[in-house]
């Protein structure tokens, strides 16, 4: 158990709907991470917030957004969905930007139909 | 960019077996390495690493070893065990944009397949 606690574990939903998916970091951890894990693409970095501000953006779609609270979890928005948004959505921690041992938490495995 | 590129599998080996799955990387700057491992239905799990050229990184009788000459990190077992089945990803710390973001990239992932 890395720590990191991911909600819910598997979500299903239609094309054109949005979905929120929460991540809660480790204890102490102010780093948060989004990657994506499809069979195409592999695993691609989305987004990085650290303690509550937007650090860095990877291949993050313009109908994606996150943001990170005060209490440091952090949720990721998926809206207008499409078929190949199908994957498994991975959030990681680390200590502070820069810490770069990332600890993951189990993923949610979204799929659209 | 700075990219990772490892072995395709999947890789099927009998208990007890050596393995190696060679990985290489491309990157700006002096980025670290890690290997990543992911079980059935798990998340992903940090093996081990390594921060600078020469290091070894080890844990659970998994070595590899930063070699920065040839751009790789390839990671090798000398007797693998059924309960080793599992993906495994390499990965390198992006410091691209200049600064200590820490962002990861990562390889496709190679499966591991242990018969026993």
């Known amino acids: 158990d890395s720590g990191v606690t991911q909600t819910p574990k598997h979500l299903i939903t239609a094309t054109g709907q949005r979905v929120t998916l929460r991540c809660s970091p480790r204890s102490g951890d102010l780093s948060v991470y989004w990657y994506q894990q499809s069979l195409d693409q592999g695993l691609q970095f989305l987004i990085q917030y650290y303690n509550g501000e937007e650090r860095a953006k990877g291949n993050i779609l313009e109908r994606f957004s996150a943001q990170q609270f005060p209490d440091l979890h952090s949720e990721l928005n998926l809206s207008s969905l499409e078929l190949g948004d199908s994957a498994l959505y991975f959030c990681?921690?680390?200590?502070?930007?820069?810490?770069?041992?990332?600890?993951f938490g189990p993923g949610t495995r979204l799929l659209v139909l | 960019g700075n990219s990772v590129t490892q072995m395709e599998g999947p890789v099927t080996l009998s208990e007890e077996a050596f393995l190696t799955i060679n990985c290489t990387y491309t990157?700006?700057?002096?980025?670290?390495l890690f290997w990543y491992v992911q079980y059935p239905g798990e998340g992903l799990q940090l093996l081990l690493k390594?921060?600078?050229?020469?290091d070894k990184g080890s844990n659970k009788g998994f070595e590899a070893t930063y070699r920065k000459e040839t751009t790789s990190f390839h990671l090798e077992k000398g007797s693998v065990q059924v309960s080793d089945s599992a993906v495994y990803f390499c990965a390198l710390s992006d410091r691209s944009g200049g600064g200590s973001q820490g962002n990861l990239i990562f390889g496709k992932g190679t499966k591991l397949s242990v018969k026993p």
């Open positions: 990157a700006t700057g002096y980025p670290s």
């Open positions: 990681a921690s680390s200590v502070e930007v820069g810490q770069e041992t990332q600890y």
């Open positions: 390594a921060t600078k050229a020469d």
